[in-house]
């Protein structure tokens, strides 16, 4: 009897979804991350510094599995390891440590509501440069499923919104962690693209970004040790488990789908995270956000139905 191979098709049809999977699970993980930051005790920048610190440990062991297992597949298919993509992921570092001195500061300032609200700009960037760095098009029905989802996300925000002069400069840290947060995923798609595997984006990241805010929280002034025990649980559930699991599910994603479908699947944090208020801490949700809600998955479904064709550029060489 004959064997039936996948087809090259099949086979990036598989990984897409994949990603997808991925994704999702990653954004779910990554909305309880404003909780978490809310419930320590430090101040934004020693909670960044922790929260990349107390990760590498695991990240580490990850790498050392990956690398012995990579060393067998070579060794297999006498294949001679490919370079390291460093500069996207040194870059990727030093912009991640950039988006949570922002992020974690916005947070801390203004309400959770606004801070998620402005950094929902983020699909709007990576969806232009994307275009112009790696040549993925953007369809018009997926340009429509995106907007939607962007509309719900603002829906979602806006009822618990509050303008107030002494919330403004939270607010500004919010909107330009939109940025910072879109440079990061750009560099992180680069060195994905570069065939660097998750875990080596992950690892040397977090390495370059760790130093980073130890000498931003040095710098400021902030305490770096938490009062009492009960303080290292929020701390070790953002580095464990938001920067290892969320992150490293993004960067997963990355190397399988495109930067604009990714960015638009992470707006599914601000529909975990009202939906862990609404459970955890019995917040009221109005008709407006459930409304949000709903346009957020629904225009998240649809993008990845008419996800953007793969770019022009050629075909991703990204490991798991």
């Keep these: 009897m004959a064997q039936i191979s996948a087809t090259p098709a099949s086979d990036d ?72 993509a460093w500069r996207p992921i040194l870059l990727a570092g030093a912009l991640f440590a950039g988006d949570l001195a922002f992020w974690h500061t916005g947070i801390k300032i203004t309400t959770a509501a606004n801070a998620t609200l402005l950094a929902n700009l983020t699909p709007i960037i990576v969806a232009v440069a994307a275009f112009f760095m790696f040549g993925e098009k953007i369809t018009r029905p997926f340009l429509v499923a995106g907007a939607l989802a962007l509309l719900g996300a603002v829906l979602l925000s806006v009822a618990n919104v509050q303008f107030a002069p002494e919330r403004i400069t939270g607010d500004i840290f919010s909107a ?7 440079a990061y995923l750009l560099a992180i798609r680069a060195a994905r693209r570069a065939g660097a595997a998750t875990v080596q984006v992950m690892f040397w990241s977090t390495v370059v970004a760790s130093p980073i805010l130890l000498l931003v929280t040095l710098g400021v002034g902030e305490t770096l040790m938490p009062a009492t ?10 580095g464990l488990v938001v920067h290892v699991g969320g992150q490293g599910g993004i960067a997963f994603g990355l190397g399988r789908t495109p930067a604009a479908l990714a960015t638009l699947i992470i707006l599914i944090q601000p529909v975990v995270a009202a939906a862990a208020g ?17 346009l957020v998955l629904a225009g998240v479904y649809a993008a ?17």
């Design 13 to 84: 049809a598989r990984s897409a979804a994949i990603g997808l999977v991925a994704l999702f699970c990653a954004a779910s993980i990554l909305g309880f991350a404003p909780i978490l930051v809310k419930a320590s005790d430090l101040g934004p920048q020693a909670i960044g510094f922790w929260r990349m610190t107390l990760s590498l440990p695991l990240l580490a062991v990850w790498l050392w599995f990956d690398m012995h297992r990579a060393k067998r597949r070579e060794a297999r298919v006498d294949e001679s390891p490919r370079p390291l």
């Design 278 to 294: 609404w459970v955890l801490f019995d917040e009221a949700l109005v008709p407006i956000q459930w409304l949000g809600a709903g």
């Design 229 to 238: 025990m009960m303080g290292w649980v929020p701390l070790l559930l953002l």
């Design 176 to 182: 330009l962690t939109s940025v910072w947060y879109a």
């Design 304 to 320: 990845q139905r008419f996800r953007p064709p793969a770019s022009t550029s050629g075909p991703d060489k990204a490991k798991p």
